[in-house]
């Protein structure tokens, strides 16, 4: 701070002294009286002890004041007041925006103000007061990081930043993926000892023109002025890192992932509400597709991802009303060496409520992820086994596959539900097949084995389905207790070109047939193909479009249960 000398008070500023120093006794507020022709300030004793100014009448108040303002507010700051000076504000005058106190904090105030102009019309006095804003002043108590208002208030800022020099940036906001475990397995005491090391640890590596925010929950915010798409990739890199080490909480070793959504400015967005919305989804996709990772916003994946929000609550209906809308369409499987017909796979279809048709692969996803796969699973059970019951009749070896959904498997009830649905069914054991997608098991081998013994014991076959497909195929087949194997379409789409892939399809079916299992080859679609996987490759069943497409009951009933020996499509 500049020493200065006692600043004696301009004439006009006498005029008011009397006034001034009434009202100043009777508010709480900080007030002050500028005479901006003679650039001097007549401040309330209590702004100057707040923000330890010099003294109550300061002569070029803004060299004092500027440095205070938090550096994210201060150009805007000095462009409104330069507005005042310049006569381009002659009414009333609002701004909201941090300053540095005398213990070093910065706090939120509200200056709101009049310009009074002389008998040219020129500024001549500024009058006014200032309000500390006790919500926004509050910082986040867990972290002490600035809170969500703050944030907002300097997107805000930023965009107006923007608007007066052209100069754009990125919002990102992020959280920490599955922390709701962390809540759940521990305590809340825990997890805000987890904030407070994430909002530490990440703060600690931000260059010092960054800001870190804490905003709901276990999400944060930052804003990257002038950012690329290049130096935002750097930053989450930076952020990743910073967290990649195990540490200490609690008693026991932590460490986490963080899933990020940013956007750019202006071009995702001009108003604070818009690009907030828009990250946030960015960073739910980032969450949907396999988290640990910083997705940037764009309008093709924004509107994917409203689609979804929209199918989900279409389909939460769907369910709510005894399963509406759904259907099942079977797909003949059919034995390899006698083209025989002997079973058929359930497969789910649904139609939203206008009607369209929407793809499984856009459907099913959204029903694990929401859980709502346990009811429609139990639904698709009754219904298949109705419908294999009637169809034995017909064919009294027919047996119906049916999918599960790792999900289904978790669900405390499942077991005695599926045990209970095939005797009131009516059915034998064996006309059922329960058949798990291998991509879905995590890692909890032997609670899925725990559940299917109990299947298996009593006759009901156990199916890995998508074999090939996933990561870890060959440790699923040593892992789980199965009784067939699906062999993707993957494995076989080129067997007939590369001596490769038919080798490896053979001995993959001999590799199961050496420890007791079935093969079934799925995808199939040319004679040449189904002629090769059956005769040199000893394929046990086949089930592609050669034989027959999936088709809704009546179809399937015409097509397909008239005659021993399938045809080809």
């Known amino acids: 701070m500049k020493k200065i000398s006692r600043v004696p008070l301009t004439p006009l500023l006498k005029r008011f002294k009397f006034f001034f120093d009434l009202v100043k006794r ?3 507020a900080y007030m002050f009286c500028s005479d901006l022709q003679n650039n001097v300030v007549m401040l309330s004793p209590g702004m100057v002890q707040e923000f330890e100014l010099p003294a109550e009448v300061l002569e070029d108040m803004d060299s004092y004041w500027s440095p205070l303002i938090h550096p994210e507010e201060r150009g805007f700051y000095l462009a409104t007041i330069r507005d005042v000076l310049e006569g381009k504000n002659t009414g009333e005058y609002f701004r909201e925006y941090r300053v540095k106190n005398r213990k070093g904090e910065y706090v939120w105030i509200r200056a709101t103000g009049q310009v009074g102009t002389d008998q040219e019309g020129r500024p001549a006095i500024f009058v006014g007061m200032m309000n500390k804003m006790a919500r926004r002043n509050k910082a986040d108590e867990i972290t002490g990081l600035l809170n969500k208002y703050q944030f907002e208030h300097s997107v805000k800022m930023a965009l107006g930043e923007f608007r007066a020099t052209g100069d754009g940036g990125a919002v990102m906001v992020f959280g920490l993926d599955n922390f709701k475990i962390v809540n759940e397995t521990r305590n809340r005491t825990v997890g805000d000892m987890v904030l407070k090391h994430v909002a530490k640890t990440v703060a600690d590596i931000l260059p010092q023109t960054l800001t870190l925010y804490k905003l709901d929950g276990d999400e944060f915010g930052l804003i990257y002025p002038k950012a690329t798409e290049e130096q935002v990739a750097g930053l989450f890199t930076a952020i990743q890192g910073s967290l990649a080490q195990p ?46 990772r910083n997705c940037l916003f764009s309008k093709e994946q924004y509107n994917r991802w409203v689609r979804a929000i929209s199918l989900r609550d279409s389909l939460r209906a769907s369910v709510e009303a005894g399963c509406a809308g759904f259907q099942l369409y079977f797909q003949p499987q059919v034995s390899a060496r006698e083209r025989k017909l002997i079973g058929a796979e359930a497969l789910l279809r649904w139609q939203n409520a206008k009607g369209r048709m929407v793809s499984p692969m856009e459907f099913i996803p959204i029903l694990e992820e929401t859980r709502l796969i346990i009811p429609v699973g139990k639904w698709i059970l ?36 599926v045990v209970e649905c095939i005797k009131e069914s009516g059915l034998p054991p064996e006309a059922v097949i329960l058949e798990l997608t291998e991509s879905k098991i995590v890692a909890d081998w032997n609670f899925v084995n725990q559940q299917f013994a109990v299947f298996r014991e009593q006759g009901i076959a156990i199916a890995m389905d998508d074999f090939g497909t996933g990561y870890s195929s060959l440790s699923s087949l040593k892992n789980l207790s199965c009784d067939i194997v699906k062999i993707d379409r993957e494995f076989v789409k080129k067997i007939l070109e590369s001596d490769f892939d038919r080798r490896l399809v053979k001995y993959t079916v001999e590799l199961c047939h050496s420890i007791g299992l079935k093969s079934c080859i799925e995808g199939v679609e040319g004679q040449a193909e189904y002629e090769l996987l059956a005769s040199e490759c000893g394929a046990d069943s086949i089930q592609g479009y050669l034989f027959g497409r999936p088709e809704a009951v009546p179809d399937f009933e015409a097509k397909f249960l008239h005659g021993s020996v399938m045809a080809m499509e």
């Not at 990020?260 to 967005?269: D, E, I, L, N, R």
């Not at 999918?403 to 539900?417: A, I, K």
């Open 382 to 417: 009754r219904e298949a086994l109705v419908v294999c019951k009637k169809w034995r009749q017909t064919q009294p070896d027919f047996r119906v596959s049916v999918n599960l959904s790792y999900e289904q498997v978790r669900d405390p009830g499942f077991q005695e539900f």
């Open 247 to 292: 540490t200490l909480i609690g008693g026991q070793n932590f460490f986490c992932t963080v899933s990020a959504g940013t956007v750019f400015y202006p071009q995702s967005g001009k108003d604070y509400l818009v690009l907030h919305k828009h990250a946030e989804a960015a960073m739910d996709i980032a969450k949907q597709d396999g988290k640990n």
């Open 26 to 28: 009777t508010t709480d």
